[in-house]
């Protein structure tokens, strides 16, 4: 049962215009999100996160909206840059006690010159 | 530096063999957790360690899969008579603490390969 779902294997963008990475859960327990940004042979760096008493959050070029009632988050990175173009997971976890993280699938972010 | 660090970086090794992979988490991190990563797949949760206990092992695919931290610091995780399916990247990753929701910092996993 895949309780966090990335539907969109990749995704290609221009550069200087908005990336749109999106995200949909199914577990109403989720509390919190977090994207991670991956490179190859590298592991997963932390972005951004957002807990689920707010419906965004803003850090630099990256924004992630939150939407309750959809069971969705999307990642918005505007504007894109090539230093962006990795492979992007959405993870959830549940309330203080329960740490480990739910993993999306990932998309593949290219970013085009 | 001051990563997780994870040694090897990859493993070849034969059907039936054990392997260790090991996990050197940030300094003054008490939470570890280790995840691995299938081809064309998301992180799957393994084991997560508070300090020195295991208060949740329920990733752990088999009985043939074990871990253990000793000294609230260093992890190694165990894979015995290991089969073609546990090939994957087996990443760990740590933070400040289990509770509120402090982001987890990974290191560059071990890539396991079965032959």
């Known amino acids: 049962d895949q309780q966090v779902k990335q539907n969109s294997p990749s995704l290609s963008v221009q550069e200087g215009r908005i990336s749109i990475l999106n995200c949909d859960y199914t577990?109403?327990?989720?509390?919190?999100f977090l994207w991670y940004k991956k490179y190859p042979a590298e592991g997963p760096t932390f972005l951004i996160s957002?807990?689920?008493?707010?419906d965004k959050n803003e850090d630099g070029r990256f924004t992630v909206f939150l939407n309750k009632s959809a069971k969705h988050l999307s990642l918005h990175i505007v504007p894109s840059q090539p230093g962006d173009s990795a492979v992007y997971f959405c993870a959830a976890s549940f309330p203080q006690g329960a740490q480990k993280l739910v993993f999306g699938q990932g998309t593949r972010l290219t970013i085009n010159p | 530096g001051a990563g997780v660090s994870q040694s090897p970086s990859n493993k070849v090794t034969e059907k039936g063999k054990d392997v260790e992979l090991r996990c050197d988490p940030i300094?003054?991190?008490?939470?570890l957790y280790w995840y691995r990563q299938s081809l064309g797949q998301g992180l799957e949760f393994l084991i997560y360690?508070?300090?020195?206990?295991?208060?949740?092992k329920s990733g752990l695919p088999s009985d043939r899969f074990s871990a253990e931290r000793t000294g609230g610091s260093v992890s190694t995780l165990t894979i015995q008579r290991t089969q073609q399916e546990d090939s994957a990247v087996y990443l760990c990753a740590s933070s400040l603490q289990s509770g509120g929701h402090q982001p987890q910092h990974f290191g560059d996993g071990t890539r396991l390969s079965i032959l």
């Open positions: 957002i807990s689920s008493i707010k």
């Open positions: 577990n109403s327990m989720f509390d919190y």
């Open positions: 360690f508070q300090g020195n206990s295991a208060p949740d």
């Open positions: 300094s003054g991190h008490t939470a």
